[in-house]
């Protein structure tokens, strides 16, 4: 949001150009962009064509290719177009709009902490949550070292502790996702998106949660009229249910604002194709009513549209019209705060609300200095055509001028305050290192300063006077490095458990030419030998003893889980390989009521794939 994604393919062919690009491809670019933003696709898919044939810029031909694949997404999204019931709109900042949102009470939104945002970067929308008081998880956008955004959700472990943040893999794309909101239900997730496919810029998705496999599926663009080739963002059903919001630039001039549109309730809108270019830009304007194709044109209007000099002229007329509209919405939107200024008793938001009629009071003075200056440019240009016997077009042509049904006037709209959070503690993210032995993967490279106190075997590898390179280990993995006193580097192969696993590395190893290696064993920290190692290992495996499986993690173990394990237990978890995935353990547990209780503590968070079994006697 550092920059309004439909602005992205014009800087790349600005870059292109300075590398040897000509103002040709240029021109074209911006002409095939303003064709896809008028739904015009297959003629911007045309003149796209014709500049992958001549560019050689790897980066213009790659926002080419992006703007292509707009194109036929918007083709595909038009066969299923919907025509909501357009309840009104209004022009809104740009940096909250959110706050304006009809039908929300103050403290719906709340500033992200930085805690949560802790790459933070300067952004034109404010980043926020949804504050659902009471509620187990929390989702919400954060931004990596590279100013990229992803969506997140951290989950309650206790009354003040929350889980790290883990984000949501089956959302997230390469680009941007912004603005998360949970339906009332929990079971749709809609936010915004730059990187999925859609029509360019950001376009609303949807995401459902799936009962079963505990996850939220592939998101579903909302489509058109929702999305669109502008950016649109933070579709949401409003608490009284009655009708749904959401906002969108794609008929605002200024990079400051934008307009925020309401619509009736519609749970499963009903599609149909749409038939024209004509249809799409009518549709997509939201004015409301039905869309009425004009099919007898008199003769005159289609040559006062075709002179160049009436053209002008009605290019000018509807200028200045749209400056009094923008005029009259100013005016009413000062009016507003002036009445909220009225009504308000906390002097930071009379400060605030001060500054900003201030500052809209000045903007109105130079918008009514504009008007005055184009009205005084039209009856200069009005007095030129009388004199030379010209009829004056004093109407906007049929075909852009909305009927006296359609006309849908602004909803009223104030300003929410925001709201905070309380007290949270949330938890630094756990990692893990995979210890599952491995000889073709990549190299997991372990500083050991301390030998654990586990009991386990592992394979000497070999002891030398510098440290080793990565190469050296032909693709062993886990290697744990550990400086002798005498300022040698020793290093070891995997952690096993039994000495049948142990053997079997050890074979696996010496099969790949490391022919001096051999089985070393430890306890509590110290060395011991093999063979009193499997006497112990007998000894242990006699005893009654339990763990606890978790199956379903086969990308590594949620953090919340993590953190939810790592707080009802200190027993170990190891990862161990089987049938093609990671099956976790954690254990052993001297009896059943140990593991009965972290799993108990685990609840529905990892109800599915997590099991008790005995520890087999060897």
Known sequence: ?????????????????????????????????ELRRNYRFQEAISIYKEILENSKDASVNKAVISSI???????????YGARPTVLGSAVVPLKDFFLYYPDISDSTWILVPPGLNKHKKKYPINNVLKNNPGNDVIFFSAQDANGKW?????????????????????????????????????????????GLSGMGGFDLY??????????????????????????????????SGEFSVFASNRDCNSKDSIKIYKIGFESNPVKSPVT??????????????????????SESSDT???????SEYTKMIKEFRKLQSEIEESIRQINSNRALLSSTGNEEDKAFLTKK??????????????????????????????????????????????????????????????????????????VMTDYAFKTDGPLTLVEEKEIPEDFFYTVQLFLVETKADSSAFKGISPVFERKTKTGKYNYTAGRFYSYREASSALQKIKS?????????AFNEGESISVKNARLMEDKLSSANTYQIRLTNYPEGIPQPVLEIIRKSTDKDIAMKPAEGKNIYFVGPFANKTEAEAVVSALGELAAEGVSIEAIENK
């Open 304 to 310: 006062i549209r075709s002179n160049p000099e009436t």
């Open 512 to 520: 790949m030419g490391l022919r001096d290696v051999t089985l070393s």
């Open 150 to 194: 992803d969506i997140f959700n951290i989950r309650r472990i206790d009354e003040t502790r929350w889980s790290s943040p883990e984000p949501l893999t089956t959302v997230n794309s390469q680009e941007d996702e912004i603005l998360p909101y949970v339906s009332r239900d929990g079971k749709k997730l809609y936010f915004s998106s730059n």
């Open 276 to 297: 024209s270019n004509d249809e799409a830009l009518w549709i997509s304007s939201l004015k409301g009513g039905t869309y009425k194709k004009e099919e007898n044109r």
């Open 69 to 79: 694949a707009n194109c036929e997404n918007g083709m595909s999204m038009l066969d």
């Open 357 to 430: 009629i201030g500052e809209d009071e000045m903007a109105l003075l130079e918008k009514q200095s504009r008007l005055t200056a184009s009205n005084r440019a039209i009856q200069q240009r009005e007095m030129d055509f009388l004199s030379r016997g010209v009829i004056i077009p004093r109407e906007e042509p049929a075909d852009d001028k909305p009927t006296e049904e359609s006309v849908i006037g602004p909803i009223i709209v104030k300003l929410a305050l925001y709201g905070k959070l309380p007290y949270m503690e949330v938890m630094e993210p756990v």
């Open 206 to 239: 949807v995401s459902y949660w799936d009962e079963k496999l505990k996850t939220w599926d592939t998101p579903q663009n909302l489509g058109f009229p929702y999305s669109s080739p502008d950016d649109d963002y933070l579709f949401m059903d409003t608490e």
């Open 1 to 33: 949001m550092n920059k309004s994604i439909r602005l992205l393919p014009f800087f790349l062919l600005a870059g292109g150009l300075i590398f040897g690009q000509t103002p040709d491809i240029k021109s074209k670019f911006i002409s095939a962009e």
